[in-house]
């Protein structure tokens, strides 16, 4: 896979149990919490823990306090009730798509483009003073670390950051020396305790090669300061130095499958003819962005579908996913596919790109496409943009330009003659402009 587009694919993200494990290898204290996997071990574990307990799902995706993967419980009845619930749900929520996207996960009632929780921590509720908020990540422009702080932590960080960003204080540091004592001063009023904390952070910062740590909340618990909340992401180039850690694997070929990622992979095991998502990867948003799930992709061509998505990542768009389509498949496997990947929410653009086929009959994908597309719901407005050539690709576009013009679909259509990068180069654009619209 090319150099760029491997770039691209997210670090190694801890669960949040991993990340108070890391922590507390530095001093950093947390919460006293249970790991468990299953009922039996939630039984046990209420069995050395008081009321009220914390149960959090532990998944790879933020926000789990707004879609419910948090609950403060009191009795042993609402505990087994959320772990019982939540176990094997696929998680966050998701609200988008029609009725065959909503379906992605049974089991999950619908919340299709989450992760598979496979595990709960139970935490010991503990009496909180203040919440605090503190990030170390690298600034990739200035090339060095910085520091982010906040007196104001919790849930309402990212309104925060939005609406009263002088309230985020930042501060560079030096790789070589770590924070210089006097910054630090200045942000937190002199308390020495919450100066070692921070210290304390940086260490894990370096030591570990972390490329971010955020702990939100930091909570003031008597005299002390803990962790409540533990956000890791890892150096994947560097885990060779860190074999002591005990961390689950993860990234793109290792992560816990999501329920796009799933459910595309049946697609070829119901259906022999053509091969339609047996690769499908699935990449993280912007959790910052609303429309920072990226551009969809619907590759073609095995190794010319690698060279799609290197050309995506050049002209600077943001993948959403990988798959591709081959072998000529027939017309309903494409339509699955393209329902599966265009459910996701928060998409800028789709780009349906690939080699000049000899095979593949054209027309049927593409219809196959136009079917999937019809399905999701609410209906996209944002740029798709198609590259194809081979058998029926004349029948095909003058099928597309007529199944726009109808229903309404931005879409642009580049022949063969046209280079992928130039194609690749047009989606970004579109992207970005459909973003901007949508902002102003």
């Known amino acids: 896979m090319c150099a760029s587009f491997c770039a691209k694919i997210p670090r190694v993200k801890l669960y949040e149990f991993e990340g108070h494990n890391l922590f507390s290898k530095v ?8 790991v468990c996997s299953n009922m039996e071990e939630v039984e046990q574990a209420r069995q050395r823990m ?10 790879l995706s933020g926000k789990r306090g707004r879609g419910g993967g948090i609950k403060i419980v009191t009795t042993d009845k609402l505990l087994k009730d959320f772990c019982r619930e939540m176990f094997g749900s696929i998680f966050p929520p998701s609200h988008e798509a029609s009725a065959g996207a909503k379906a992605l996960a049974d089991k999950s009632e619908g919340r299709g483009g989450g992760e598979e929780v496979r595990f709960i921590s139970l935490a010991e509720k503990v009496e909180i003073k203040s919440e605090l908020y ?3 990540a ?7 670390p910085f520091l982010l702080f906040s007196q104001e932590g919790g849930m309402d960080i990212e309104e925060i950051k939005a ?3 002088e309230k985020i204080l930042r501060v560079n540091i030096n790789p070589f020396s770590g924070p ?6 200045k942000i937190v009023d002199n308390d020495e305790q919450l100066i070692d904390f921070l210290v304390r952070l940086w260490d894990a910062f370096v030591r570990f090669d972390c490329r971010l740590l955020e702990v939100n909340p930091i909570a003031r618990v008597g005299d002390e300061y803990v962790a409540v909340d533990a956000k890791v992401i890892l150096d994947d180039a560097a885990l060779s130095r860190h074999r002591d850690l005990d961390v689950l694997p993860k990234g793109a070929a290792g992560a816990v499958p999501t329920a796009r990622e799933i459910e595309a992979r049946k697609i070829d095991g119901e259906d022999y003819r053509g091969s339609a998502g047996s690769t499908f990867i699935e990449f993280g948003s912007d959790p910052d962005e609303k429309y920072g799930a990226g551009i969809a992709v619907l590759a073609s061509g095995g190794g010319a579908s690698l060279l799609v998505m290197d050309a995506l990542v050049a002209a600077g768009g943001k993948p959403s996913n990988y798959t591709e389509y081959s072998g000529n498949p027939p017309r309903e496997k494409v339509e699955k596919l393209t329902e599966i990947t265009l459910s996701r929410e928060g998409l800028s653009g789709c780009l349906v790109c690939g080699a000049v086929a000899n095979f593949t009959d054209i027309y049927a994908t593409l219809a196959g496409f136009c079917d999937g597309l019809r399905k999701i719901s609410p209906k996209p407005e944002f740029p798709i943009v198609i590259r194809r050539g081979g058998p029926k690709q004349k029948e095909a576009y003058e099928m597309l330009t007529r199944f ?5 679909f931005d ?5 063969p003659e046209t280079p992928i990068s130039v194609a690749c180069k047009a989606m970004v654009e579109l992207s970005e402009a459909y973003r901007s619209k949508l902002k102003s």
């Open 404 to 408: 726009a013009k109808k229903e309404s």
């Open 411 to 415: 879409i642009h259509l580049f022949g």
């Open 50 to 59: 008081k009321f009220p307990i914390v149960a959090k799902v532990q998944v």
């Open 27 to 34: 001093g950093i204290e947390s919460p006293f919490f249970v």
């Open 180 to 185: 210089n004592k006097k910054d630090l001063i």
């Open 138 to 144: 690298y600034d990739t422009t200035l090339k060095i």
């Open 163 to 165: 609406k009263e960003p």
């Open 134 to 136: 503190a990030s170390i």
